[in-house]
């Protein structure tokens, strides 16, 4: 067998450009296409292709059946790999290597800066007063770059070096904002904003005559705790005047256009009690993904939460949101939504195939957790995982759910910080999200493992809002060797972390040993 590129350095390196601006400008892939010579035995069965970053190590396998030519997608550009291909027949015999090629993957395609970080310069100053601010951003194809500032109010810097020196000549709060531009004119994000406070003298002294948390400056009623805003301008107070419930909730965090991890903390002020005394019972949080407005987040927690930790596999990677929240009270009386707020999540490179599957948890390509014959990796319908605390492989499969649109990502948690979590719950945390039909579905979705669950295992549900392991053996049913366990699961019921019927499920949980 003789291996050889399909076509010359040149040609490679425009197909990579392709595949570039085919792509969002957080990541680079790019793209080789090999061919090789067809073997003549009439046993055949088919080829692997192997490829790797060292040369003769080859860390991923790939059968392409009896194609004489492949392309591998998805390679970092700037990369050097090593492709080899090997034949094998149909008694499962496999030939030596072909011979080794190489290739650098590269991109011509010009991306546009990334957003800089917030600008690092004083938080005060005194009016007329100059304060020097630093900016910084990467170019994706490493150029030079330069900088701009918003000083805010609407003025803006010219381009130039990515530090600069600015003074106000007005007291106030002032946002300072800083954008990027490469040698081919293509503009970043505008960066996050820093605060900065300009004083015409000492800060004046805040007066709160009634100690309610509001400054007599703002305080419509200033000696007076139950009241402190008068919006239709009346005299009397809102509290006395709402029959609604409590006041709105004003965001905290995330910071405006902030960015978060998947797991964000949304966080919001202090509950004000209204002038009834009915105190905080609960807080309804939703989050909406910003290119469609879609829901994925709508829960109402059991506690009277001002903070709330995002459940794992909710929100996506690199992915901007908008969110708000409602308070209710003892009395059932539910507040006015908040404000909006707006985040976006990080890119960590976890999964760097794509496959919604941790790279760190990636499985041997030959898997067949639910032995039906076909490799895991070669089917839609199954996701295959290395637990993250045990010796133990798990698949999550939705094969033979009409319902179930696809696996959107698996992924598994240790446990090893919870008390009694290596004999009560032995294969540790496992999170799961896939895609029905419409909203609102049941789905079954089946768990494979390796190996079999302790005799007189449960499964139990994992609510990560509350923080606690619920008994989920009404939707949950063992196979009699106890290496698989089905879950019945309802889009924005039984068994689905999110809260709302939009389409996704989210599940956590586990096996437990009582």
Not at 64 to 70: D, I, L, M, P, Q
Not at 103 to 131: C, Q, R
Not at 140 to 157: A, I, K
Not at 343 to 358: C, Y
Request: proline letters at 5%; hydrophobic letters at 40%.
């Amino acid at each position: 067998m003789h291996l050889f590129p399909l076509t010359r350095v040149s040609v490679l390196k425009a197909l990579v450009c392709a595949v570039v601006g085919a792509i969002s400008s957080h990541a680079m892939a790019a793209q080789v296409t090999l061919a090789w010579d067809a073997n003549s035995e009439s046993d055949l069965a088919g080829y692997r292709v192997h490829y790797g970053t060292s040369s003769t190590s080859y860390s991923v396998h790939i059968d392409v059946n009896k194609a004489t030519s492949y392309t591998v997608a998805g390679l970092t550009a700037g990369q050097t790999y090593y492709f080899a291909a090997t034949a094998y027949d149909t008694s499962g015999n496999e030939s030596g290597f072909s011979n080794m090629v190489s290739s650098t993957t590269v991109s011509d395609l010009n991306i546009a800066p990334s957003a800089p970080a917030v600008p690092a310069g004083p938080v005060s100053l005194a009016m007329n007063t100059a304060g020097a601010f630093t900016a910084s951003a990467s170019d994706p194809n490493g150029g030079s770059l330069q900088y701009r500032y918003d000083w805010g109010g609407g003025v803006l810097s010219t381009w130039g070096a990515a530090t600069q020196s600015h003074g106000w000549s007005a007291a106030g709060q002032y946002a300072v904002k800083a954008q990027a531009r490469d040698s081919q004119g293509l503009e970043s994000p505008w960066s996050g904003a820093r605060t900065v406070t300009i004083a015409s003298s000492a800060p004046p002294l805040v007066v709160d005559t009634d100690k309610d948390g509001v400054p007599d400056s703002q305080d419509a009623f200033p000696n007076d705790p139950k009241e402190w805003a008068d919006a239709n301008g009346n005299r009397i107070g809102d509290n006395a005047e709402s029959a609604a419930g409590p006041a709105a909730p004003t965001l905290a965090a995330p910071g405006t256009h902030a960015t978060a991890s998947v797991m964000a903390v949304l966080q919001t002020n202090a509950y004000r009690p209204p002038i009834t005394g009915a105190t905080h019972a609960n807080t309804r949080w939703q989050v909406f993904r910003d290119e469609d407005d879609a829901c994925v987040l709508d829960i109402r927690s059991a506690t009277a939460l001002t903070s709330l930790t995002m459940p794992r596999l909710v929100l996506d990677e690199g992915t901007p949101y908008f969110w708000r929240a409602q308070f209710i009270d003892s009395k059932g009386a539910a507040s006015a939504w908040s404000d909006y707020g707006y985040f976006s999540t990080q890119l960590t490179g976890s999964d760097q195939n794509a496959n919604g599957i941790p790279d760190a948890q990636e499985l041997w390509w030959r898997t067949d957790l639910d032995r039906d014959g076909v490799r895991d990796s070669r089917q839609a319908t199954i996701k295959s995982f290395r637990a993250a605390s045990a010796s133990l492989q798990i698949g999550v499969s939705i094969k033979g759910c009409p319902t179930a649109l696809a696996i959107e990502s698996v992924e598994s948690e240790s446990l090893t910080s919870s008390a009694g979590s290596s004999t009560q719950k032995p294969f540790g945390r496992i999170n799961f999200k896939i895609a029905v039909a419409k909203p609102g579905d049941q789905a079954t979705v089946r768990l494979y493992f390796s190996k079999s669950a302790p005799s007189g295992a449960k499964y139990f549900r994992y609510d990560a809002i509350a923080g606690k392991w619920y008994d989920f053996s009404a939707y949950s049913a063992f196979a009699a060797d106890l290496k698989s366990v089905a879950l019945t699961l309802v889009d924005g019921g039984a068994g689905d972390a999110d809260g709302v019927a939009n389409g996704v499920i989210v599940n956590a949980g586990g096996v437990y040993i009582p």
